[in-house]
C-alpha cells in the first residue's frame, strides 16, 4: 500500500521560532498533497491543498504567510509554522493523493504534534 | 461552504452491528468517504462512495443518498480493535476533502 512519511513526528519550540515539517510518498507520486490541523477530540480542519509545482491554495482563514507551503517535487511538501505561538500547537498531518492510482483515497502521514512554549 | 455532521459519540458491544450516519452539505459535492483514526494515529482510509448505493468492503459497508445528502457507515460483528473516532468526509468538486466532527465509537465486552 501507499506510504505517506511526515519528519519530525514530534517538536517542542519556543514562543517566536519557526518550524519546518516535511510530508513524503515514499512509494508513489502524489499529484496533491494537503495538509490538516486537528486539535485535541476535535476533527481534521483542512489548511491547504499542494499541487507539485504551483502555489498552495489556503481554505479561508489560514493566515498564507503564517503557514509556509511548498511542494518542491511529486513526493515532497513542506509547511513551515512561521513565528509559532502557544495557539499554534496542535497535531499537524498531511495526505497525499494520486487520482490516476488510486482513485479518491488519500493516504495520511502519522502526523506531527507541535507544542510551542 | 462545507458542514458535515455526525453523532459524537457511540457505543456497542462486540459482535454487535453500528451504524454512524452522516448529513451534509458540500457545495459541489463529489462523493462522500470514510476514515477511522485511532487515538494518536493518522487517519485511515475505509470506504468511499461517489454514487448512490451501498458499499461492502468485509466487515465495512458504506451507504450514500444524494438526493437526501445522507451517508452511513456500517460496522458489523464488532471487535474491540474497532473502538476509534470514524470521520466522513465530503469530497468537493475540487478533489478537496471536509472532515466531519467524528464519532467515537466505544465496544464493550
Known amino acids: 500500500g501507499a506510504v505517506v512519511s511526515q519528519h519530525p513526528s514530534w517538536v517542542i519550540c519556543k514562543s517566536g521560532t519557526s518550524v519546518k515539517i516535511e510530508c513524503r510518498s515514499l512509494?508513489?507520486?502524489?499529484?496533491?498533497m494537503f495538509w490538516y490541523r486537528q486539535f485535541p477530540k476535535q476533527s481534521l480542519m483542512l489548511m491547504a491543498t499542494?499541487?507539485?509545482?504551483?502555489?498552495?491554495?489556503?481554505e479561508q482563514g489560514v493566515e498564507k504567510d503564517k503557514f509556509l507551503i511548498n511542494h518542491a517535487s511529486l513526493t515532497l511538501s513542506t509547511l513551515t509554522v512561521t513565528s509559532a505561538h502557544p495557539e499554534d500547537s496542535s497535531f499537524y498531518i498531511c495526505?497525499?493523493?494520486?487520482?490516476?492510482?488510486?482513485?479518491?483515497?488519500?493516504?495520511f502521514g502519522p502526523g506531527t504534534r507541535l507544542t510551542v512554549l | 461552504g462545507q458542514s458535515l455532521e455526525q453523532p459524537s459519540e457511540v457505543t456497542a458491544v462486540e459482535g454487535a452491528i453500528v451504524q454512524i450516519n452522516c448529513t451534509y452539505q458540500?457545495?459541489?459535492?463529489?462523493?462522500l468517504s470514510w476514515y477511522q483514526q485511532h487515538d494518536g494515529g493518522a487517519p485511515t482510509f475505509l470506504s468511499y462512495?461517489?454514487?448512490?448505493g451501498l458499499e461492502e468492503t468485509g466487515r465495512f459497508s458504506s451507504f450514500l443518498s444524494r438526493s437526501d445528502s445522507y451517508g452511513y457507515l456500517l460496522l458489523q460483528e464488532l471487535q474491540m480493535k474497532d473502538s476509534a473516532s470514524y470521520f466522513c468526509a465530503g469530497e468537493d468538486n475540487f478533489n478537496k476533502f471536509y472532515f466531519g466532527s467524528g464519532t467515537k465509537l466505544n465496544v464493550k465486552p
Open positions: 499542494s499541487n507539485e509545482g504551483s502555489k498552495a491554495t489556503y
Open positions: 495526505s497525499a493523493s494520486d487520482r490516476d492510482l488510486h482513485y479518491n483515497e488519500q493516504f
Open positions: 462512495n461517489a454514487l448512490d
Open positions: 512509494d508513489f507520486q502524489a499529484t496533491t
Open positions: 458540500t457545495s459541489g459535492f463529489y462523493g
